[in-house]
C-alpha cells in the first residue's frame, strides 16, 4: 500500500507513461526525469518497476471496487447496477488496454493472471444481481450459473489484448458488443 505523496506522484506518473507508451517502453530514468528527482529517490519507495505496476494495479481494483459499491449503494435496479458498472469499466479499462495489459501479459504474467482472476470475480458478482432481477419479474427465469459463466467465457475470449490487437477492435467497442449480444441475443426483437 503506497503511504506519502512522494510515492503517489511516482505511481501518478508511471502511470501516465505506461497507459500511453506501455509497461516495455516506460523505463524508471523517464519516469524519475519527468519527477525531477533521482532514479535512486524513485528506488526509496518501489524496488523496481514491476512493484510499480503492481501498485498501479492494486489502485485500479481500489478504485474500481470503490467505485462499484457507490453504483450498488445508489442503484436499486439490477439492470442498472449492470449498465452502470459495464460503463464505469469502458471508461476506467480503456486507457489501460491500448498499451499497459498487452505489455502486462507477455512481461508480467503473474500480474496478468491477478488481471484475469479480479476480472472473473466481478463477473460472477453479476450472478446475484441476475437472480435479484429474476425475483422481481425484471428477468427471464434463466440458468444464472450459466448466463454469467457464458458471459465470463465471451470477455476471456474477447477482451484479451491479443484479440484485440488482431481484429482491431477497441476495448470498448468489444466490451459494448459483447454485453449486447450477450443480453439480446442476436435476433431482432
Do not use: C
Not at 503506497?2 to 509497461?23: C, H, P, S, W
Amino acid at each position: 500500500m503506497v503511504k506519502n505523496t512522494a510515492e503517489q506522484k511516482v505511481l501518478d506518473r508511471a502511470q501516465a507513461r505506461m497507459i500511453r507508451f506501455g509497461y516495455r517502453k516506460t523505463s524508471m530514468d523517464e519516469i524519475a526525469s519527468d519527477l525531477k528527482m533521482s532514479k535512486n529517490t524513485i528506488y526509496k519507495f518501489f524496488q523496481s518497476k514491476a512493484e510499480i505496476a503492481q501498485q498501479l494495479f492494486m489502485r485500479l481494483k481500489e478504485n474500481i471496487n470503490r467505485q462499484q459499491i457507490v453504483i450498488e449503494r445508489k442503484e436499486k435496479d439490477p439492470l442498472k447496477i449492470i449498465t452502470s458498472n459495464t460503463v464505469f469499466l469502458q471508461e476506467s479499462l480503456a486507457p489501460w488496454f491500448e498499451h499497459f495489459l498487452p505489455d502486462i501479459k507477455s512481461e508480467l504474467p503473474g500480474l496478468w493472471s491477478d488481471f484475469v482472476f479480479f476480472r472473473t470475480e466481478k463477473i460472477m458478482d453479476i450472478e446475484k444481481l441476475i437472480k435479484k432481477g429474476i425475483r422481481k419479474k425484471e428477468f427471464r427465469n434463466i440458468n444464472t450459473a450459466i448466463a454469467v459463466r457464458a458471459y465470463l467465457g465471451a470477455i476471456d475470449s474477447v477482451i484479451n489484448p491479443d484479440f484485440l490487437s488482431r481484429h482491431k477492435i477497441s476495448f470498448k467497442e468489444a466490451l459494448e458488443n459483447v454485453l449486447d449480444i450477450w443480453s439480446k441475443g442476436i435476433l431482432f426483437d
